[in-house]
C-alpha cells in the first residue's frame, strides 16, 4: 500500500517547516522512502502572524516540483494552507489570499490548543455555509476534544473531517492522547492522517510506522481510506460519504 500525506510544512523557506531546498528534497526523499507517493503542501497561513503571499507560495512550489522530478517523477505534490481559523477565512479564500487543499472545497484548518467547543462547532457551521468542507487540524492538540471525545462525533455528524498526526497514531503524547486516539479509531471518527513534517529532525514525514499500526487495529476497508483513499477524494474534489 502507498500513502498519501495531506498536511505537511515541507514548502520551503515560507513558514516554520523546511527551511531551504536542500531540506525540503531530503524531505521528499525520506517521505518516497516512507511509501507516501502524494503529498498535499500545507504550509501555515495566520493571519497578522504567517501571511506568506499565496503568489510567493505558487513560485516556491513550482520550482520544488521541478527539483523533485529529477530524483522521483513519480512523486505526485499538491499545494494548499493549513489556516488558522477566523470567521473571515471564507472571504480570504475568495478573495485568493489562501489555498484550499489542491484547489479543492476541503479547507485544512488549525485552532488554539485551547480552543472551546463552541468555537469549533462555529467553525464547522460556518464553513459548509460558505460552501467548503472543513478539515480540523490534529484534533489530538485541543483539550476540549481530548477530554470530551464524544464531541468529535457530533462535529463529525455535523459534518468536519478529522485528521490526526501519525506521530500521535505511533505513541507520541502520552497515555490520554494514545488513549483518545483509541477512542477515535474505533468509532471510525479519524479521516485523514498527515506527518506535519517540518523538518528533517524530530519532525520527519514519517508515515510506515503509523501505517503498520493502522493496518493492525483497523479492518482493511478503513485502513485503506485512512492512509489513501480519503485524501484522493480531497484531490478530487468529492466528499467522502
Known sequence: MYYLDMHCHILPGVDDGSRDMNMSLAMLDHAYSEGIRAIILTPHYHGGYVETAAEVIDEVFEELKSHLNEIHPDLKLFIGNEIYYYPSVPEWIEEGRVHTLAESNYVLLEFSNGVKKRELAEAVHNMLNSGYYPILAHVERYDCLVREPSFVGELTDNGAYIQVNSATITGEGGFTIRRFIKKLLKEEW????????????????????CARIICKKCDKDYAARLLFANAVNIINNRPLY
Not at 479519524?190 to 510506515?208: E, V
Open 190 to 209: 479519524i479521516h485523514f492522517i498527515g506527518t506535519d513534517a517540518h523538518s528533517m529532525g524530530s519532525r520527519k514525514p514519517d508515515m510506515a510506522e
